[in-house]
């Protein structure tokens, strides 16, 4: 059996064909992740201030952001919610930590096909270390 490998000119008459007989609702859109901003076809959405916080003292739910499941994964490996709600609770404030930029530059190089392998020991807020 043999397999045909698409050329850069096959794939974009794939591209071209598949979108002339798809409604255009049914083509993958490719996103940008708000964090790392690389292109993806799927994004998740974070909550600034996570629901958690939110739900128990019966308020809507924050704002969200749009990112990549990478860039989800490693914010809730690397911080408790309640640190996320005091201290990381703007786009600004993810972009500006030192753990989340230099997470960000080095998956700004990783395929975006790829599942992304997150690392990391949850920060607690200060308030939250014990005495043992």
């Known amino acids: 059996m043999r397999t045909k490998v698409l050329t850069t000119n096959s794939a974009l008459n794939y591209a071209k064909i598949k979108e002339a007989i798809l409604p255009s609702n049914s083509i993958e859109k490719i996103m940008q992740c708000e964090l790392c901003d690389r292109q993806m076809e799927a994004l998740t959405a974070h909550h600034l201030i996570p629901k958690q916080n939110t739900k128990r003292k019966n308020e809507d739910p924050s ?7 990478a860039c989800h994964r490693q914010i809730h490996s690397l911080f408790d919610n309640k640190h996320l709600a005091q201290e990381l609770n703007t786009l600004e404030k993810l972009k500006n930590d030192p753990q989340i930029q ?6 700004k190089k990783q395929k975006t096909d790829k599942r992304i392998q997150v690392h990391g020991k949850k920060a607690r807020s200060q308030n939250s270390h014990s005495d043992i």
Request: net charge neutral; with cysteine.
């Open 63 to 69: 704002q969200t952001i749009d990112i990549c499941s």
């Open 102 to 107: 230099k997470f960000i530059s080095w998956v």
